[in-house]
């Protein structure tokens, strides 16, 4: 099972940009769909991105449509999330999450799709 590691959370400005990076283990990476999802205190984890196995297909909750963007890299095993414009209402644990399920299926904004999940890293935008 491929293990997952993020980086590139802090603390930025209202209007900041951030890249968050999700490394991966294992050599089947470019075989998993590969998801962004981020929970703020005392609120459920929400979907906030996803990206097929090839990064043919993106997609993005409205919330964040038009302001971040999602891409891998297959010969790197990572995953990235740009985020600009952020709010403060971008604050949050950010996770990155794996799926060797079918991104036809349009469940990649399911949590319990994903078969595996990083430990998170922390966003804060001020305002």
């Known amino acids: 099972q491929v293990q997952l590691v993020e980086s590139g959370g802090g603390l930025v400005q209202r209007g900041g940009s951030l890249r968050l990076s999700c490394a991966a283990s294992?050599?089947?990476?470019?075989?998993?769909?590969m998801g962004w999802f981020r929970q703020a205190p005392e609120k459920e984890r929400q979907f906030v991105a996803a990206?097929?196995?090839?990064?043919?297909?993106?997609d993005y909750a409205d919330s964040v449509k038009g302001r971040f963007t999602v891409s891998r890299d297959n010969a790197k095993n990572t995953v990235y999330l740009q985020m600009n414009s952020l709010k403060p209402e971008d604050t949050a644990v950010y996770y990155c999450?794996?799926?060797?399920?079918?991104?036809?299926?349009?469940?990649?904004?399911?949590?319990?799709?994903?078969?595996?999940w990083g430990q998170g890293t922390q966003v804060t935008v001020s305002s």
């Open positions: 990206i097929s196995w090839t990064g043919g297909n993106t």
């Open positions: 999450a794996a799926s060797q399920g079918s991104y036809s299926s349009r469940r990649y904004y399911q949590k319990y799709w994903y078969d595996a």
């Open positions: 294992g050599r089947t990476f470019s075989s998993y769909a």
